[in-house]
């Protein structure tokens, strides 16, 4: 295991309309907030879900939609750098009358009715750097 001690900084709560990408509208709050390492909860439902799930070294996508809504269930992410851009990092289950669903959220999310979320700034920035076949934290701990 490694760790590092971070400090929380500020707190933003935003809404999502109808009709909004999920991914981008995540990506742009923080990048509007100049969040360039923290976390968030979100809540909310989805016309259309777009996902994917890590299987055996590649990653499988699939898309879901609905006439009616997916109910965002507790969700959450992390928010880091990657070559000089954010990256946002969100694990997604949401709940339609056909069953729940689940995994890496991607661009094509649609939002119905609404979103809303909390974004937690931290320090230090993380940058994340590929390695082992992924995009991975370096945490380096400061000496003690």
């Known amino acids: ?9 500020r707190i933003i709560v ?13 990506t742009e709050c923080a990048e509007e907030n ?7 909860t979100l809540i909310g439902g989805l016309r259309e879900f777009r996902y994917s799930i890590y299987v055996e070294g590649s990653r499988k996508e699939f898309c879901k939609t609905t006439d009616n809504t997916f109910e965002v269930l507790p969700s959450g992410g992390n928010i880091t750098m990657q070559e000089g851009k ?8 949401a709940a339609s009358e056909d069953g729940v669903y689940g995994g890496h ?6 939002i119905y009715p609404f979103a809303e979320v909390f974004m937690q700034e931290i320090e230090p920035v993380i940058e994340r750097r590929f390695d082992e076949g992924l995009n991975l934290w370096p945490i380096d701990p400061a000496p003690k």
């Open 105 to 110: 959220l991607m661009e094509g999310s649609i």
């Open 86 to 93: 954010v990256l946002i990092h969100c694990h997604v289950m």
């Open 1 to 9: 295991m490694k760790s590092i001690v971070c400090k929380d900084k």
């Open 34 to 40: 100049d969040i360039r390492s923290g976390y968030f």
């Open 14 to 26: 935003a809404r999502f309309d109808e009709g909004e990408d999920l991914l981008k509208s995540l």
